[in-house]
């Protein structure tokens, strides 16, 4: 079959997470992503597969359909979905995949995402998001005073929005590094999210880390896993709903309704149960016990927030096969 347009030609998001003298387990972020990598796997190769954006059954059927294309040789039972929602599981398996719950945002590092006690919160919302209108919806906000924006890069050049319509009282004019980033999201009393279908978002989980109550509309993709009656409001995309859904929780938050600790600490409860989940299954692929494996991933996890390891096309060869 042909290559993908969408395959990635100069760096691969792929990291090594366990070897032994029989199994080698690795994290992929995507399959048909790694359209040129998959030939470099053998039979003792295990993927786990995260799924970065939003999907439909035809995406996972389309990987199957690349894995048979470059290495018939492999079975699909060795490719792990890492599913967002319960629907990707479905659709995994459906296809000859194994699948975990195990929602991408698990990976966030908490220890990065924090709540800052010290922090005045100067703005009423928070909107990480890229200046795309139809795609993230950043209008919706427009009758809430007090915006902060951090700007991502717009992926989309023929969905564009200048944010600056919304009249934000900080929007960064640069790329932010993390811990300013962590540092905006403290200076909000809410975080809001407007797209109605995506990945799970990182963004959302990152201000639940942060003791930010999310404004949501109704969305699919997965992030909506990490949300109930104590730390979020899921609103029609309009802009009165919005409007009306940030006083809310603006007003859940002085009642003590909304708690900006258990918020954080229903996340990461969360995430927790499902990297048990992940490295219960990791052990018994690759046959060792389960405390040896939960070690290792923690220590990994410590190092790498979100496991996004890049490495360029032409060192993977070496990286894959390379010995521990």
């Known amino acids: 079959m042909e290559r993908p347009s969408w395959a990635f030609t100069e760096t691969a998001v792929i990291f090594k997470y366990y070897e032994n003298s029989f199994k080698r387990v690795f994290i992929l972020e995507g ?3 790694h359209f040129d990598v998959l030939p470099l796997f053998t039979e003792r190769d295990f993927c786990f597969i995260t799924i970065p954006c939003h999907t439909t059954a035809w995406n996972f059927t389309f990987a199957r359909k690349c894995l048979e294309s470059q290495n018939p040789s492999l079975p699909l039972s060795n490719f792990v979905y890492l599913a967002n929602t319960t629907q990707q599981i479905n659709q995994a398996t459906s296809n000859g995949f194994r699948a975990l719950l195990f929602n991408h945002n698990a990976l966030l590092d908490e220890k990065i995402y924090r709540i800052a006690y010290s922090s005045n919160r100067r703005y009423s919302i928070v909107l990480n998001t890229r ?13 809430v005073d007090n915006i902060a924006i951090i700007q991502g890069y717009n992926f989309r050049k023929d969905d564009f929005m ?14 932010l590094s993390v811990s300013d980033v ?31 109550p999310v404004i949501s509309t109704h969305s699919e993709g997965g992030r909506d896993i990490w949300y109930n009656q104590f730390n979020s409001i899921v609103c029609d995309a309009t ?40 490295c219960r299954l990791a052990a ?14 923690y220590l990994h996890l410590a190092k790498t927030n979100k496991l996004q390891h890049k ?11 390379s010995m521990p």
């Open 239 to 278: 802009e009165v709903a919005v409007y009306e859904a940030v006083n809310e929780a603006k007003h859940k938050l002085q009642t003590g309704e909304f708690s900006r600790e258990r918020i954080r600490a229903m996340h990461v409860c969360q995430q927790y149960v499902m990297r048990d989940n992940f």
């Open 182 to 212: 962590v540092d905006v999201y403290n200076s909000a009393e809410v975080g809001g999210i407007f797209s109605a279908r995506e990945g799970a978002c990182y963004s959302s989980s990152e201000y639940l880390l942060c003791g930010l």
């Open 31 to 33: 399959l048909d992503h």
């Open 162 to 175: 200048d944010l600056n319509e919304l009249n934000p009282k900080f929007i960064n004019s640069h790329r």
């Open 284 to 297: 018994s692929i690759c046959e060792v016990s389960e405390s040896d494996s939960i070690q290792m991933f």
């Open 311 to 321: 490495i360029k096309i032409n060192q993977l060869p070496d990286y894959i096969h």
């Open 131 to 143: 200046p795309e209108r139809d795609f993230k919806r950043p209008y919706l906000a427009k009758q």
